[in-house]
Nanobody, 128 residues
Framework: QVQLVESGGGSVQAGGSLTLSCAAS????????MGWFRQAPGKEREGVAA????????WYARSVSGRFTISKDNAKNTRFLQMNSLKPEDSAMYYC?????????????????????WGQGIQVTVSS
């Protein structure tokens, strides 16, 4: 049973923008921290952004801070990842995931994804 469904992504030139969507079941959306991960060929998977269960707290990796933004549509149980000023090094397979929120010094520091709560992945390609 697919519980996280991603959409968006695609190819864009450097400096362009893309928006990824992650639609979840109501239970997941309201009870889990949700985040985005990416993995480029030959590289380890890395956390990119996360938002708390209410969406009130967000966290961004240093490499995307100021360029990527998480937003939400509660009526559609969907989180969005708006990606601006894209760079070739942002090219990767992007995954939406849900799990436990991670906190550091009281601030959201990411998400520890449940092994069964991953989206199917979606490709983002940024050309120079």
């Amino acid at each position: 049973q697919v519980q996280l469904v991603e959409s968006g992504g695609g190819s864009v030139q450097a400096g362009g923008s893309l928006t990824l969507s992650c639609a979840a079941s109501g239970y997941i959306y309201n009870n889990y921290c949700m985040g985005w991960f990416r993995q480029a060929p030959g590289k380890e998977r890395e956390g990119v952004a996360a938002s708390s269960t209410t969406g009130g707290r967000t966290w961004y990796a240093r490499s995307v801070s100021g360029r990527f933004t998480i937003s939400k549509d509660n009526a559609k149980n969907t989180r969005f990842l708006q990606m601006n000023s894209l760079k070739p090094e942002d090219s990767a397979m992007y995954y939406c995931a849900a799990g436990s929120c991670l906190f550091q010094n009281g601030a959201l520091a990411g998400v520890s994804p449940d092994k069964d709560l991953w989206g199917q992945g979606i490709q983002v390609t940024v050309s120079s």
